[in-house]
């Protein structure tokens, strides 16, 4: 038992360029969801999913697109990658709306 | 949406003395407030929630308290050690259907505990 696995570790991109982030779960859980971290900033959402084949905007959706084919994996876009969107991102799974969040390790994206 | 303040942003104390961390949340619906522990270089990890039914909940030396008429909630850790270094965080959730169980976190407090 995984819990939630992202890849890749680590990524550096120059601007422009574009790359996809990928999140896997294998506890079955029906909620998926991006988010970035950045210093002072705490952890702010991107986009989400309430189940296979669904996909909403969290708080800061610009320049980010996901999908979620498959139930267990939550896949998060970066279409022209730009130097604000230099982040550590943190996928996070939860079984329904009762429980707290089981996290990933975190992708460090770096944009140059 | 919802709005989580935190305070303080740094917290340093040392071993064996107690820690608070603050949260203000803005909206009255919200009924699940989780705190995560965040490492150096790790995911945060849930350490203990209250939901809004209840108004203290404890676990060895944490133990977390809600006011739901001021909507504030706090985390209390007693005789700190080393290990407690870290950053932390709190977070509230609104309940609504179809609203996807999303936190709203506050921007953390990073607590040092010296020696």
């Known amino acids: 038992n995984a819990g939630v696995t992202q890849t890749p570790k680590f990524r550096v991109l120059k601007t422009g360029q574009s790359m996809t982030l990928l999140c896997a779960q294998d506890?079955?859980?029906?909620?998926m969801y991006w988010y970035r971290q950045d210093p002072g900033m705490g952890l702010r959402l991107i986009h989400y999913?309430?189940?296979?084949?669904?996909?909403a905007k969290g708080e800061v959706p610009d320049g980010y697109n996901v999908s979620r084919l498959k139930k267990q994996n939550f896949l998060l876009g970066l279409e022209s990658a730009a130097p604000s969107q230099t982040s550590v991102y943190f996928c996070?799974?939860?079984?329904?709306?009762?429980?707290?969040?089981?996290f990933g390790s975190g992708t460090r994206l770096t944009v140059v | 949406g919802e709005n989580v303040e935190q305070h303080p942003s740094t917290l340093s104390v040392q071993e064996g003395d107690s820690a608070v961390i603050k949260c203000t949340y803005s909206?009255?619906?919200?009924?699940?407030f989780p705190w995560y522990k965040q490492e150096l270089g790790k995911r945060p990890q849930l350490i203990i929630d209250?939901?809004?039914?209840?108004g203290e909940k404890k676990d060895q030396r944490i133990a977390v308290t809600l006011n739901k008429t001021a909507k504030h909630f706090s985390l209390h850790i007693t005789e700190t050690q080393p290990e407690d270094s870290a950053v932390y965080f709190c977070?509230?959730?609104?309940?609504?259907?179809?609203?996807?169980?999303?936190?709203?976190f506050g921007t953390g407090t990073q607590l040092k505990v010296e020696l």
């Open positions: 996070a799974s939860s079984p329904g709306s009762r429980y707290g969040y089981t």
């Open positions: 977070a509230a959730r609104i309940a609504h259907a179809g609203g996807g169980n999303k936190l709203t």
């Open positions: 209250i939901r809004s039914n209840v």
């Open positions: 999913s309430v189940g296979e084949g669904t996909t």
């Open positions: 506890m079955n859980h029906e909620y």
């Open positions: 909206d009255s619906a919200s009924n699940y």
